[in-house]
């Protein structure tokens, strides 16, 4: 079955058992109604296998055992269940909301900006109603009044015409839609300070709320509302864990409704994770809040300080100030958002969980008499110190992690959300804090703590046969999944699970719309350096040329360090001399050539004249031999 079939048959699914529940008098979402399907589908009691297609009487079974978990008003585990959704579906990192809220404001802002980057006003009338656009855009962006209040709107145009005045609008519209917008954006930032500025002098500022006072007030009364909830729970909690150890002693002797015990104790350790998570978030804001005061206190100083006793600014020195200003301010005003958003997660999420809480109370009176509660740190006390670690040499094969021997032992993060890894499986869902100090067990690159040294003995004996307890635990209670953070375990319980985020059992929509996607023939300009060189020798050549080293002279400095030091010599091997000699030695004879001038002796007294003749006496080289010795003689 594709993909597209799947979600067809489950939202068909999901429809029909919305409607059988609307048929009884009972209003359910389409969200908790699929989580409710994964849960039913999940649990190996309900005979349903996830490998194969449904049939139809499958379906049918499907949304009748569904149906009937989501009307048991009386279930806390459904109660459980709800909280787990509802937070799933509100609940969001504080950068992801920020994220997720500037989104908001900017698509609820886009049809007005639209408006004024597709004008093409020519008339006067135009561009007065351009004008006027453009001062409600400002108005709408910073968040600052009411756009229907004309005081407020008298001021916003009056800090608009300061800085950008109706003249301007010729030269605004010669822009592109990407600059105007930028300078929307700018106008907001200059208009916003001004009007912050005029507040605080108690010129103007119309319309605009308190925040930071309001702020110093909501922040510490929800603290203490989320701190005296927490404090209410964890006793509670404390309460439900005794009656279940007690129960399991079998110091009982009336029957005790030991399951529905179990669910209420679930949901009340899900309503501890919660607040913890909700207090967590306001105490962040109430950082943030502490830092945005002074810092705006800053900047506003630093404005009067540049404004004060001068009848003219220069905007390059005002303006980046102004600006300051209104960032600070939607600070100010997301923090508010945020604590609103906080504030409503919690009054929704204790409405859910106090739902059981007046019935479970009456029976758990009569349950107490005689039982000593501990509290989560009373148990941590009594489990500390070195006679209640593990002794690691009892399981050569197991590591175990100490508090005094590992590094960064804090920051270790335990599997089930830090309870005991033992008394989830040995138990059925009995919740028991952990101390990590006991000795914390790394199995297959995972962490797990144990409540007491006995439980991790226990559990380090054979750690995988209790891990597959747990499993099988939470499939027969699927809110166990969420507040133990089983997620990766249960990835097969949807076919599609990869469009799950981590953490996160609520499939989010898919948005899909069809798309075109265009690129550039060169999206990237051709750049061709006509200096470069690849070859090495050239480079050198072209380093010599630049060093000129031909009109350079040597100098030579003498310093105080070296004019004393001494001559040093080094003493090197000479080259040896290399002879070769071949294997035959070959000379070649040439004639010597000989030649004699006779007839220059012998003139006499008479006049007579001699006359002088070259004889060659060049011998062959046949014959030189025999005239080896042979020397002329001058005669």
């Known amino acids: 079955m594709s993909r597209a079939q799947a979600e067809s048959v489950i939202r068909s699914i999901i429809r029909e058992i919305s409607q059988e529940c609307s048929g009884r008098g009972y209003s359910v979402s389409e969200t908790l109604v699929a989580f409710m399907v994964k849960a ?206 007690h129960a399991y002693k079998g110091e009982y002797r009336q029957e005790v409704p030991l399951d529905l015990i179990k669910q209420a104790a679930i949901n009340t350790r899900q309503y501890e994770v919660f607040l913890r998570l909700l207090l967590h978030d306001v105490r962040v804001c109430a950082q943030q809040f502490q830092q945005l005061g002074h810092k705006f206190s800053d900047q506003m100083a630093r404005v009067k300080s540049t404004v004060r006793s001068k009848t003219a600014v220069q905007t390059a020195l005002v303006y980046p100030l102004f600006v300051s200003l209104s960032y600070t301010w939607t600070e100010f005003q997301e923090e508010m958002v945020l604590m609103s958003v906080l504030s409503n997660i919690h009054t929704h999420l204790d409405v859910v969980a106090k739902n059981h809480r007046e019935r479970l109370g009456k029976i758990l009176a009569p349950l107490l008499q005689n039982v000593i509660v501990k509290t989560d740190q009373k148990r941590a006390d009594e489990t500390t110190g070195s006679e209640h670690q593990v002794d690691h040499t009892q399981f050569p094969r197991q590591e175990w992690l100490y508090m005094k021997t590992a590094k960064d032992f804090e920051t270790v993060q335990t599997e089930y959300r830090g309870f005991c890894s033992y008394s989830i499986a040995a138990f059925d869902r009995l919740l028991l804090p952990s101390n990590p100090r006991i000795g914390v067990l790394r199995h297959r690159e995972r962490f797990y703590s144990f409540s007491s040294r006995q439980a991790a003995e226990k559990f380090a004996s054979d750690p995988d046969s209790y891990i597959l307890r747990v499993i099988e635990v939470a499939k027969k209670s699927p809110e166990l999944i969420q507040l133990l953070d089983l997620h990766s375990h249960f990835a097969v319980m949807s076919p599609h699970s990869q469009g799950i985020p981590a953490g996160k059992m609520i499939e989010k929509p898919v948005t899909k719309c069809d798309a075109a996607v265009q690129t550039e023939v060169h999206p990237i300009e051709s750049n061709i350096v006509k200096s470069y060189e690849w070859n090495e020798w050239e480079l050198r050549r072209k380093a010599i040329k630049l060093a000129n080293l031909r009109r350079k002279v040597t100098h030579s400095v003498q310093t105080d360090l070296s004019h004393f030091r001494r001559d040093t010599d080094t003493q090197v091997y000479l080259p040896k001399q290399v002879q070769t000699q071949t294997t035959r030695v070959k000379h070649t004879s040439v004639p010597v050539p000989s030649r004699y001038i006779a007839g220059l002796r012998g003139a006499n007294a008479d006049g007579d004249k001699t006359q002088a003749r070259t004889v060659d006496l060049t011998l062959d080289v046949h014959t030189y031999n025999i005239a080896e010795d042979y020397e002329p003689k001058n005669h």
């Open 40 to 245: 039913v589908v999940l649990d190996p009691d309900n005979d349903f296998n996830v490998d194969k297609s449904l049939t139809k009487d499958d379906v049918q079974k499907l949304v009748q055992v569904c149906a009937e978990k989501l009307m048991d008003s009386s279930s806390p585990s459904l109660d459980t269940v709800k909280m787990q959704v509802y937070f799933d579906m509100n609940f969001a990192s504080r950068g992801e909301f920020l994220e997720e809220h500037r989104g908001v404001v900017q698509s609820r802002l886009q049809p007005v900006v639209r408006d004024i980057t597709d004008s093409r006003a020519r008339t006067r009338e135009e561009f007065e109603g351009l004008y006027r656009k453009i001062v409600s855009c400002i108005l709408l962006r910073s968040g600052l009044g009411s756009p229907t209040d004309v005081v407020v709107l008298r001021e916003v145009t009056a800090a608009l015409q300061s800085v950008f005045p109706p003249t301007e609008l010729g030269n605004f519209m010669h822009l592109t839609k990407a600059n105007q917008e930028q300078q929307l954006k700018e106008l907001t930032h200059i208009v916003t300070g001004i009007r912050l500025y005029n507040r605080q002098g108690a010129a103007g500022g119309q319309g605009i709320d308190d925040i930071p006072a309001i702020l110093e007030e909501a922040i510490p009364a929800t603290t203490q509302s989320l701190e005296n909830d927490l404090k209410e729970t964890l006793q509670i909690a404390h309460k439900y864990t005794a009656v279940i150890e």
